[in-house]
Structure formats: structure tokens, C-alpha cells
T-cell receptor
């Protein structure tokens, strides 16, 4: 079974703190993604990576950065956390099989910024 | 305008009913259409995918794509309480390089009442 593991289920951080969200996958997937999920807005793509050290901005990258130093690990960084970054963060990974990309998701990290 | 629109519900139906979930989209370049199911406090999991227009059936689930109308549907027959979850439609374009990005709808929260 594919496993995508996010380091924390719940996090509470203070405004202005630097926050690291970690994600590890165990299936040698090339692609990794960070989404945030908010009520009424669905999943919105923050950043994604298709190879080690390669990254692309998603739809809402402002206030975030990412790091992918190893294939299995993809980190999301909130440079200076703000209250509007309170959300559920979901990491996903995928390996293209033919032309269909099934994304496997982690359990999510619920981040509260106070 | 969002690329993918989905009624967030909530939708509540009695056990055994036929459920219809729908999404509309604006990007005619989308070629792959997926439905993910997300149980409470879990990450989304792929339920079904279809390519281009037409129907696809898997047990009690039928996915339907009408590219001319930019409209996709998921039908659940003989609905069960265990089908209670949030259902998210997702779509992607074909990319020659890099990862295929998934664009998600807002998700519809479905409850099947025993």
C-alpha cells in the first residue's frame, strides 16, 4: 500500500513564526504536491514538485515556500505564519501510470495560527 | 470564475436512494476526470477516473462525462450509510513534461441516513 505520511496531525503556531510541514512517501513517486483545504473552497494547490530540487508554483503560493532535497520528502514552509494560513494542509504524491495520475494523499495537518 | 465548480451541499438522502453529484468546468483542455472520496479526518482517496466523454461503471458507482457541456457526474446506486463522505471532483490536462496538476472542485458533503 502506498503510504504518504505527514509529520503532524495538529499544529498550533503563533503569528510570525516560521512553520515547517513535513511529508514523506514510501513508493518512490516522482511527483509531490501540497494543497490546502478550506470549507467552501475545496483543495487549492500551493506548490508541487516533479523531481528532486524541482518545484513549481501552484495557484496560491504566496506566503509559502517548499523544499525537496530527497525524492521521498517534500516540505512546506510558512516563512512568517499569519492567521489566514489557518487551514487543513494535505500532501499528496503520484507516479504517472500511462496518462492517468492518481494522487495519494496523507492524513492532513490541521494548522491553527493564533 | 473558478475553473471547476461543485455544489458543496450538504446533501442528505435516505439509504437506498440514487445519489447524483455534479461538477461543471470552464477549461476545455481538461481531459482526465476523477472523483475522490474523503471520509471525515482522512485524506481524499481516488474513487473513479474517466478519460474524455462517456460513462464508466464500477459496482454501484457510475461516472459520466459530457465534454460538450463541460459537465461531469457521479451516480451512486443503492446508497449505503458507509457512502457518507465528502466527494470531490478533480480534473487535469495532459502535460508533456512535469507533473499533471489536479484541479479540484469544492467537494460535496454527502450523508446517507439509515
Amino acid at each position: 500500500d502506498v503510504k504518504v505520511t505527514q509529520s503532524s496531525r495538529y499544529l498550533v503556531k503563533r503569528t510570525g513564526e516560521k512553520v515547517f510541514l513535513e511529508c514523506v512517501q514510501d513508493m518512490d513517486h516522482e511527483n509531490m504536491f501540497w494543497y490546502r483545504q478550506d470549507p467552501g473552497l475545496g483543495l487549492r494547490l500551493i506548490y508541487f514538485s516533479y523531481d528532486v530540487k524541482m518545484k513549481e508554483k501552484g495557484d496560491i503560493p504566496e506566503g509559502y515556500s517548499v523544499s525537496r532535497e530527497k525524492k521521498e520528502r517534500f516540505s512546506l514552509i510558512l516563512e512568517s505564519a499569519s492567521t489566514n494560513q489557518t487551514s487543513m494542509y494535505l500532501c499528496a504524491s503520484s507516479f504517472p501510470q500511462g496518462m492517468v495520475t492518481e494522487a495519494f494523499f496523507g492524513q492532513g495537518t490541521r494548522l491553527t495560527v493564533v | 470564475q473558478k475553473e471547476v465548480e461543485q455544489d458543496p451541499g450538504p446533501l442528505s438522502v435516505p439509504e437506498g436512494a440514487i445519489v447524483s453529484l455534479n461538477c461543471t468546468y470552464s477549461n476545455s483542455a481538461f481531459q482526465y476526470f476523477m472523483w475522490y472520496r474523503q471520509y471525515s479526518r482522512k485524506g481524499p482517496e481516488l474513487l473513479m477516473y474517466t478519460y474524455s466523454s462517456g460513462n464508466k461503471e464500477d459496482g454501484r458507482f457510475t461516472a459520466q462525462v459530457d465534454k460538450s457541456s463541460k459537465y461531469i457526474s457521479l451516480f451512486i446506486r443503492d446508497s449505503q450509510p458507509s457512502d457518507s463522505a465528502t466527494y470531490l471532483c478533480a480534473m487535469s490536462v495532459v502535460r508533456l513534461q512535469g507533473a499533471q496538476k489536479l484541479v479540484f472542485g469544492q467537494g460535496t458533503r454527502l450523508t446517507i441516513n439509515p
